[in-house]
Nanobody
Framework: VQLQAFGGGLVHAGGALRLSCAASGRTYRNYNMAWFRQTPGKEREFVAVIRWSGGSTLYVDSVMGRFTIARDNAQNTVYLQMNSLEPEDTGVYYC???????????????WGQGTEVTVSS
């Protein structure tokens, strides 16, 4: 599976962005898809994951109620709708695919190239 993330940009605090991750490969539908983010000097941290079927989602506490992960298996795309953005949401966002559902980056063997999100105060 090859992944390409896009949709990042510069937004004021309180604004919204929608990230997309386009997947290629027939096995995409078998994978749980996640978003992680990273800022300079910090570990890449889990943001959200959606099960391969779309039936379950999991979020890090700091984005609960603000971010929504969704997938369209017909379009081979996973989305991250980010509302009420805060400066602390700034970072490079990566999409990832893996067989096991969870929040650890070790579970994901496929990664996109990242898209940068900057939230100004």
């Amino acid at each position: 599976v090859q992944l390409q993330a896009f949709g990042g940009g510069l937004v004021h605090a309180g604004g919204a962005l929608r990230l997309s991750c386009a997947a290629s490969g027939r096995t995409y539908r078998n994978y749980n898809m996640a978003w992680f983010r990273q800022t300079p000097g910090k570990e890449r941290e889990f943001v959200a994951v959606i099960r391969w079927s779309g039936g379950s989602t999991l979020y890090v506490d700091s984005v609960m109620g603000r971010f929504t992960i969704a997938r369209d298996n017909a379009q081979n795309t996973v989305y991250l709708q980010m509302n009420s953005l805060e400066p602390e949401d700034t970072g490079v966002y990566y999409c990832a695919g893996g067989i096991t559902f969870g929040s650890s980056k070790a579970l994901y063997g496929y990664w996109g190239q990242g898209t940068e999100v900057t939230v100004s105060s």
